[in-house]
């Protein structure tokens, strides 16, 4: 069951995404050569608890911290450390708000410091993917017009998707119906209906798709070591078109 949301819902929704986006405007400048990301992972903590709100990843099935940071050829689900960020890095920090009992969720890939030519490719392209994406979140398109149109610019561009992490649904919890691949046909899934509120989070890779598991039960790196990197918004589908919830 898809759940449709009111207008008013989706306000709430838009008052959490508000937050994230500010909370990542704040991060940005933060993040630089010499910083760690469990200094970053603190600071979100602090951030979102002095403005009201929480952080819904932290204790999600076990997850210990507020936020995912994912360096390199991690491709998400990494864990905050205390290792210092390096010049030409880059690193994928990744949360969800809890404000009022309403949920947005968004990620952002950092350049930290000056970044190689690959790295730089790799992160434009997928910040592009993401609104390639969105632009098919449109009522009376299937999730499949967003998965597909995904999938088509990133391998076109020489990059390959994941496969074993998708986006979702979102509202009162972070992983509600439906399921969002970013790869696949046109034909898949439901047909977007006005009030959905939903995920896109493409993960873009360097070389192949395979991920693997870390001995942590979380971190998620690419198995054959190259580049990862990921954009992800909170999308409402209105009569209007794509409502992006952590813009603003
Ligand atoms: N923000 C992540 C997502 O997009 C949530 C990961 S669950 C966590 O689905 F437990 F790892 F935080
Ligand atoms: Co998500």
């Given at each position: ?14 008052e959490a995404g508000k937050l994230l986006s500010q909370c990542h405007k704040e991060i940005f400048k933060r993040i630089q050569p010499g910083v760690s990301t469990k200094e970053i992972d603190a600071f979100v903590d ?95 398109n299937r999730i499949g017009h967003i998965a597909n149109a995904i999938e088509r610019f990133a391998t076109d561009k020489g ?90």
């Amino acid at each position: 069951m898809v759940t449709r949301r009111t207008k008013d819902e989706i306000n709430h929704m838009y008052e959490a995404g508000k937050l994230l986006s500010q909370c990542h405007k704040e991060i940005f400048k933060r993040i630089q050569p010499g910083v760690s990301t469990k200094e970053i992972d603190a600071f979100v903590d602090e951030y979102l608890k002095k403005h009201g709100a929480s952080p819904e990843q932290k204790g999600y099935q076990g997850y210990p911290f507020a936020t995912c940071a994912s360096v390199n050829d991690v491709v998400c689900h990494g864990f905050p450390t205390n290792e210092p960020l390096q010049e030409g890095d880059i690193v994928t920090i990744d949360f969800v708000v809890n404000l009022n009992g309403w949920l947005a969720d968004s990620a952002w890939s950092y350049r930290v410091g000056q970044v190689g030519k690959k790295a730089e490719a790799l992160l434009k392209a997928s910040e592009e993917a993401l609104y390639v994406g969105i632009e098919q979140a449109q009522v009376g398109n299937r999730i499949g017009h967003i998965a597909n149109a995904i999938e088509r610019f990133a391998t076109d561009k020489g990059y390959s998707v994941v496969k074993d992490f998708i986006g979702h649904g979102i509202g009162r919890q972070i992983h509600e119906s439906p399921i969002v691949p970013h790869f696949g046909p046109v034909e898949q899934g439901p047909v977007l209906e006005e009030g959905m509120v939903i995920t896109i989070e493409p993960m873009l890779n360097c070389g192949a798709y395979f991920v693997y598991i870390g001995e942590d039960g979380w971190t998620a790196r690419t198995v054959d070591g190259e580049l990862s990197a990921q954009y992800e918004h909170t999308v409402a589908i209105t009569k209007n078109g794509p409502l992006i919830l952590t813009e603003q």
